[in-house]
């Protein structure tokens, strides 16, 4: 089951995919892409979330491929908003 989302940002598409990327190296992940696109991964309590993302104007769109079954697409969602606002 995949999760699709936008996060609206302001300022430069860099800054966003900065933080995105500190959030999920920190938690020992991988974060690759340029300014208009890539993938990423990252084990959380254990269990693999992979997903790639895409910048379209102000919009962050991120597609979840794979994540844990007991992990809610809206509990992904608002993590990842908290960590880039």
Request: hydrophobic share 40%; with cysteine; glycine share 10%.
């Amino acid at each position: 089951m995949s999760c699709n989302f936008n996060i609206p940002f302001a300022g430069s598409a860099t800054i966003i995919l900065q933080k995105a990327k500190t959030a999920v190296e920190s938690q020992g992940g991988n974060f690759t892409g340029d300014e208009s696109a890539g993938n990423f991964n990252v084990s959380i309590f254990g269990n693999l979330i992979v997903g790639s993302y895409s910048v379209a104007g102000q919009q962050l769109n991120l597609l979840i491929s794979e994540k844990p079954f007991m992990i809610p697409c809206s509990t992904i969602e608002s993590f990842l908003k908290k960590q880039l606002s």
